[in-house]
């Protein structure tokens, strides 16, 4: 029997009738599928223009930089705790290694939306909180079909969304008082291309240009509540990025006994900053804080340099075609020259993730049970945090379990994938935070056959 390496190389172990069987049904999908694709296209395109100000739910640990990052996976990779350095079924597009892609023979279009409840306290007071957000949206497109692959997507970078409040009493025996606040809120949306390419028999190449843009406002407040006092006075800050960034990665393969494969894998940022523009202007506001009283402008669109934290990603998996695949990932991720944004003259460190994940099918090519065909994933990560709420120098743990199942529809191409993830930041023994998260993914995975036409003997 001839050995396999992809996923969407079953073809080659299934000769004329699985051929005659990709065509048949392709080819009667195809208005649904595209009508699907429209639809789709529609929808996010409605969302994207409005989409640095979309986040998921408060966090007062979006403070550093351009806020808290969203990690580049697509809803397979999130049921698996993220890890997709060198695992790539060949169907769903991979979004954390670029070089991956070009195992992907046929054209897909990937969408997937999330929600998050997080439950958050300290030693004072404790809030719950519900939200959602798009988490991605890619289509992927062979160019030389086993050679070199394209990939167009869009997805939220950072998001920035806290508010706090603190009172300073002006004298002892009196009642007057000042009430500081400190806002934030926007977000950075990344538009990709990305482009994988296969050089030899088995190792890969990739490289992902992305363009970030989006705005992110940080307000500083105060309001003296003493009596006959109607004003409030806002230092506001409103910085716009527009940049481009890029990704490399490489990743290998070897086909070993009993056609079991070996999988490695790593990728690297290469863009350690952002351009952007600064406006800052101190504002009188009136009790309500709506009409504006008196503004003056510092600075109207002064440039700056926003450092990035740059990370390194390795991994290898181990998997059997088409029924089950173990992988491990490790991410480490600079964040020294990041501003912290809290004054602390200490330079933020360098964070470490680990994350172990599976798959398995029971049986691809089961007629009689849906189940057998359904793809089930499970996956835990752990995360040393950049984030120190309590200044104490102890850095939050982000520890995760992840759960999910991609859902098969008329063909082997086309999957609704439903995540969950249940996590936990911080403690409040040590961070002064503590978090506790349940995040729901689904999405929808189509696929097709553009630009190519396909042999039947």
Known sequence: MKKFTTFADLKDIKGRNFNRMIYNQLTHLNKNILASFVLFFAFFAALI????AQTIVNSPLSYIGMGELYTPETPSNSMMGGIGVSNSNGIYSNQINPALLARNHYTMFEAGINAEFKDMQDYRQRQQ???GNYQSLNITLPVIPSRWTMSFGVRPYSTVNYETRSYRRLNVLGVDSLLYSYKGDGGVSKLTISNGVRI?????VGLEMGFLFGAVNRNVGTQNLSDGQFYKIKLENQSNYADFTFKAGAAWRKVLKNDLVLNAGATMDLSPSLSGTLMKRFVTYDLGGLNVINSDTLA???AFTQQLPVSSRVGVSIERLAHWMVGVDYVRTDWSKVDNNLGRSKALPTSEQISIGAEYTPDFESISSFFKRVTYRVGVSQTTTPYDFGGNGKFAKDQSLSVGV???LRNFLNYVNVSYQLGKRGTLA????EEQYHR???GMTLGDVWFRKIKID
């Open 406 to 408: 991609a859902l098969p």
């Open 300 to 302: 109207k669109s002064e």
């Open 440 to 442: 729901v993914v689904i």
């Open 129 to 131: 909180v519900l939200g």
């Open 200 to 204: 030899g028999k088995e190792f890969f």
């Open 49 to 52: 223009p409005n989409s640095y």
């Open 430 to 433: 040590d961070n002064s935070l």
